[in-house]
Nanobody, 117 residues
Framework: QVQLVESGGGLVQAGGSLRLSCAAS????????MGWYRQTPGKQRELVAS???????NYADSVKGRFTISRDNAKNTVYLQMDNLKPEDAAIYYC???????????WGQGTQVTVSS
């Protein structure tokens, strides 16, 4: 059974930092591209950042220079370091795994990030 469990969300003031974690089980972690997405009410879920098993990263323009995605293949965990948070970063953040061979997708349950101005 595949599980992606996010943690690290919470309430932070604008300009502050949070570090999200996503622990994966039930998958061969290194076979998957890992990503962080976010969603606010009434809007589509959007890509925040992604990282391949080899460490190649991709970021949404809105978070470049402020967020850093990383992964620890030995711990089956992907991280999202979020610095200089802005009120517009507030959302539910979801972890996603995409298996390279089959393109099958797995999602976590989400973690809430709230940024006060």
């Amino acid at each position: 059974q595949v599980q992606l469990v996010e943690s690290g969300g919470g309430l932070v003031q604008a300009g502050g930092s949070l570090r999200l974690s996503c622990a994966a089980s039930g998958i061969i972690f290194s076979d998957n591209v890992m990503g962080w997405y976010r969603q606010t009410p009434g809007k589509q879920r959007e890509l925040v950042a992604s990282i391949t098993s080899g460490g190649n990263t991709n970021y949404a323009d809105s978070v470049k220079g402020r967020f850093t995605i990383s992964r620890d293949n030995a711990k089956n965990t992907v991280y999202l370091q979020m610095d200089n948070l802005k009120p517009e970063d507030a959302a539910i953040y979801y972890c996603k795994a995409v298996r390279l061979i089959s393109r099958r997708e797995y999602w976590g349950q989400g973690t809430q990030v709230t940024v006060s101005s």
